[in-house]
């Protein structure tokens, strides 16, 4: 038990005051009674690891840290998807293209029109069609909409909001060479953003398990 004053309490007062705190503790839940802890509660320590926090976007439900961590405090309302009128060139296999304008992608909704993707591990080649999102309605189970400037993706995700996790955020984890994803934080963890590892290393939540230190471009 902590202590409450540095010169004691008389017995019965002390036990009178133990009993008036626990009572107000009972009746407010997880309220703080003179800036002592009602005991039981869980202490997050990642609450105390987002200064300066913002939405990402307007109705995203994901909130940016100073610290590079975003964590998803609300379930997505994005902003509506635009279809551009943009028309993109034949790539150099020009048999594999999916499409070259948005209106290409019509096989479900939020259809988008992607050039060839420049990352070192290329999935795509060729122009091909992504589908997005404005909501968590319009993803599959085990996944969550993740909001852009223009409407969003559904992402991998063990977790749908922060209440969901026990002892940290419902955080977003980075691409890698697949795809960015969200998962629980947890007591175990190596590591929280990327600055908590070594030069090289990406600090990810991707395949389940304690987030981890893993070299950057492929976690998992």
């Known amino acids: 038990m902590k202590r409450l004053i540095s010169g004691g309490f008389p017995g019965t007062l002390l036990a009178d005051f ?3 705190r626990a009572l107000t503790c009972l009746a407010l839940g997880s309220a703080l009674l003179f800036g ?3 005991g039981g509660e ?3 320590a990642s609450s105390k690891l987002c200064p300066n926090s913002s939405e990402e976007s307007p109705g995203s439900g994901t909130v940016k840290c100073d ?3 975003v964590h998803r405090a609300a379930r997505a309302e994005c902003a509506p998807f635009v279809a551009s009128d943009a028309v993109l060139p034949p790539t150099m296999q020009p048999d594999h293209d999916e499409c070259h ?3 290409d992608c019509s096989a479900r909704a939020y ?3 992607q050039p060839p993707e420049s990352t070192y591990f290329k999935a795509h080649l060729w122009n091909f069609c992504v589908y997005g999102c404005t909501s968590d309605a319009d993803c599959d189970a085990g996944s969550v909409c993740d909001c852009g400037s223009n409407g969003g993706l559904c992402r991998e995700s063990t977790c749908t909001t922060d209440s969901d996790c026990d002892d940290g955020y419902c ?4 691409a890698g060479c697949g795809y960015p994803g969200f998962a629980c934080q947890s007591a175990n963890d190596e590591c929280t953003v990327a600055s908590d590892c070594e030069a090289g290393f990406e600090c990810t939540g991707k395949g389940g398990g304690p987030w981890r230190c893993v070299i950057w471009g492929c976690p998992g």
């Open 101 to 103: 304008a948005d209106a």
């Open 36 to 38: 002592w802890s009602c």
């Open 171 to 174: 955080a977003r984890f980075p």
């Open 18 to 20: 133990l009993t008036m």
């Open 42 to 44: 869980t202490d997050n």
């Open 111 to 113: 259809g988008d029109c």
């Open 67 to 69: 610290t590079g961590l």
